[in-house]
């Protein structure tokens, strides 16, 4: 089974300033790891996601995240935000094996609020 | 590419009445799950079809929730009788198989408020 752990509820930051979104799991097993971002009455869209290769993974909108795999954890940065990154930032796992189903597990997510 | 599609995107009802939820997914897609999101939690499985077959109903709260995928393309979600804890976001979603490489498209959901 796996889990989703996201250590902050809401994250307020002014614009221009850099952001980290965290995010630990823990899973029996292997996992592929995914960032979606919600806006105001929309639906969930995938940000980045890890496979496997290089452990930092770059997204849309100027965002990138770093997995640590003894830390198991994929945390979510980015330099400079704009208002416009204002949103609700889900993590999420995948595992991997015949028996896993495929299924997204995740986390309960982390209000970013950009202020001018 | 025309994305996930579900109706409606609001609901309101009262409880014990019933109300069904529709989703069309991307085309040629075999995977289609549904989602519950209550309001500051993450989306949580409902149910997982693989073409017209049930891969993973182990959420699914079976004695009020029903969802069926007859020809393998559209679902339908049902709620009968509603309760005021099912207020939340219904999320559609489909990925071209279930492989957890393949990325999993979600549609706009439809907002259920039970009063």
């Known amino acids: 089974a796996q889990s989703v752990t996201q250590l902050d509820s809401q994250v307020p930051v002014f614009e221009e300033a850099p952001v980290e979104l965290r995010c630990n799991y823990s899973?029996?097993?292997?996992?592929?790891l995914f960032w979606y971002v919600q806006y105001p009455n929309q639906g969930l869209q995938l940000l980045l996601k890890?496979?496997?290769?290089?452990?930092l993974v770059k997204g849309i909108n100027g965002f990138e995240a770093e997995f640590n795999k003894s830390q198991t954890s994929f945390h979510l940065r980015k330099p400079s935000v704009h208002i416009s990154d204002t949103a609700e930032y889900f993590c999420?796992?995948?595992?991997?094996?015949?028996?896993?189903?495929?299924?997204?597990?995740f986390g309960q997510g982390t209000e970013l609020s950009v202020k001018p | 590419e025309a994305g996930v599609a579900q109706s409606p995107r609001y609901k309101i009802i009262e409880k014990r009445q019933s109300v069904a939820f529709w989703c069309n997914p991307i085309?040629?897609?075999?995977?289609l799950y549904w989602y519950q999101q209550i309001l500051g939690q993450g989306p949580k499985l409902l149910i997982q079809?693989?073409?017209?077959?049930?891969?993973?109903d182990s959420q699914l709260p079976k004695d009020r929730f029903s969802a069926e995928r007859l020809k393998g393309v559209d679902s339908t979600l049902k709620i009968q009788p509603a309760k005021l804890e099912d207020s939340a976001v219904y999320l559609c979603?489909?990925?071209?198989?279930?492989?957890?490489?393949?990325?999993?498209?979600f549609g706009e959901g439809s907002w259920l408020t039970v009063v």
């Open positions: 890890y496979l496997s290769g290089s452990t």
């Open positions: 979603a489909s990925s071209l198989v279930s492989g957890a490489r393949h990325t999993i498209y």
């Open positions: 079809f693989q073409n017209n077959g049930v891969v993973d």
């Open positions: 085309s040629g897609h075999a995977t």
């Open positions: 999420a796992v995948r595992g991997l094996g015949r028996n896993q189903g495929g299924k997204l597990i």
């Open positions: 899973s029996s097993v292997s996992v592929y």
